[in-house]
Nanobody
């Protein structure tokens, strides 16, 4: 049973930083792409960043976070991170970690419960 557990959210002032963590368990993620998504109240879910587990290749960043956010993974700890710098009030959202088996699926199959990020102006 795959489990993804996010942590690290909180309240921060604009211009500040947070690091989100996603602890992954339940199977080998060697064939997986890990993604971070976010959803603000009243808005559609937005894809933020993605990384290939094997090799740690960064696949994409949303234009809205490019040069401010950094996705990475620590295979020894089975954890994916999202380092968020220069935060803006518009980054306020619930952030979700997700996993997709790139060999067998075109959609993200597993999701965490989310962690709230609030950026005050």
């Amino acid at each position: 049973q795959v489990q993804l557990v996010e942590s690290g959210g909180g309240l921060v002032q604009a211009g500040g930083s947070l690091r989100l963590s996603c602890a992954a368990s339940g199977r080998s993620f060697a064939s997986y792409i890990m993604g971070w998504f976010r959803q603000a109240p009243g808005k559609e879910r937005e894809s933020v960043a993605g990384i290939r587990w094997s090799g740690g290749e960064v696949l994409y960043y949303a234009n809205s976070v490019k040069d401010r956010f950094t996705i990475s993974r620590d295979s020894a700890k089975n954890t994916v991170y999202l380092q968020m710098d220069s935060l803006k009030p518009e980054d306020t959202a619930v952030y979700y970690c997700a996993a997709r088996n790139w060999a067998t699926s075109t959609s993200y199959d597993y999701w965490g419960q989310g962690t709230q990020v609030t950026v005050s102006s």
